[in-house]
């Protein structure tokens, strides 16, 4: 069993996807071992995303995060990171195959791609640690 993060960006929040993207990754397997909804502070985005500080596209990024409230949720399952980065679908909304939450839910940029899943089991183990102390994942 392994375990990924998700976030539900803020596009989605105020699009109200909240629901129908939970119910996507429930009906895939995929269980809620912990869930929040949080406004990140900008210092909070850019410690989130400190991979990317540098990158031509880092302000823009930590600003759509900072918009509006998103829901943060640690997932739990066979494969979770690999089988929900395949729910979510490619970076950008435009290339990600039909059906995926991408291709359903972002937006027209490809920083507005409606949700956010772990790359790694190291990038899930920190993500995962940054927004849930231990005993806030079930
Ligand atoms: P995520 O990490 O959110 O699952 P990802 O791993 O597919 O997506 P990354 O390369 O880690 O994409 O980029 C993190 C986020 O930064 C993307 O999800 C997207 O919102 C934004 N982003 C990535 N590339 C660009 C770009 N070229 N221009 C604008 N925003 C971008
Ligand atoms: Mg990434």
Same mark, same amino acid.
């Given at each position: #069993?392994?375990?990924?993060?998700?976030?539900?960006? @803020?596009?989605? %929040? &105020?699009?109200?996807?909240?629901?129908?993207? /939970? +119910?996507?990754?429930?009906?895939?397997?995929?269980?809620?071992?912990?869930?929040?909804?949080?406004?990140?502070?900008?210092?909070?985005?850019?410690?989130?995303?400190?991979?990317?500080?540098?990158?031509?596209?880092?302000? #823009?990024?930590?600003?759509?995060?900072?918009?509006? @409230?998103?829901? %943060? &949720?640690?997932?739990?399952?066979?494969?979770? /990171? +690999?089988?929900?980065?395949?729910?979510?679908?490619?970076?950008?909304?435009?290339?990600?195959?039909?059906?995926?939450?991408?291709?359903?839910?972002?937006?027209?940029?490809?920083?507005?791609?409606?949700?956010?899943?772990?790359?790694?089991?190291?990038?899930?183990?920190?993500?995962?640690?940054?927004?849930?102390?231990?005993?806030?994942?079930?």
């Amino acid at each position: #069993i392994e375990r990924t993060l998700s976030i539900i960006k @803020p596009n989605a %929040v &105020i699009n109200h996807n909240i629901g129908q993207i /939970i +119910n996507r990754l429930e009906t895939a397997g995929l269980q809620v071992a912990g869930l929040k909804m949080v406004h990140l502070s900008k210092e909070q985005a850019e410690g989130f995303y400190e991979e990317h500080r540098g990158k031509v596209f880092f302000e #823009i990024l930590v600003d759509f995060m900072t918009s509006a @409230p998103v829901v %943060v &949720i640690a997932l739990q399952g066979e494969n979770a /990171i +690999n089988a929900y980065r395949e729910i979510m679908g490619a970076t950008d909304p435009a290339a990600a195959a039909r059906g995926t939450l991408r291709a359903d839910f972002g937006g027209e940029i490809v920083t507005y791609n409606a949700v956010h899943g772990s790359d790694s089991p190291e990038s899930a183990a920190r993500e995962i640690a940054y927004f849930f102390p231990d005993t806030q994942v079930y």
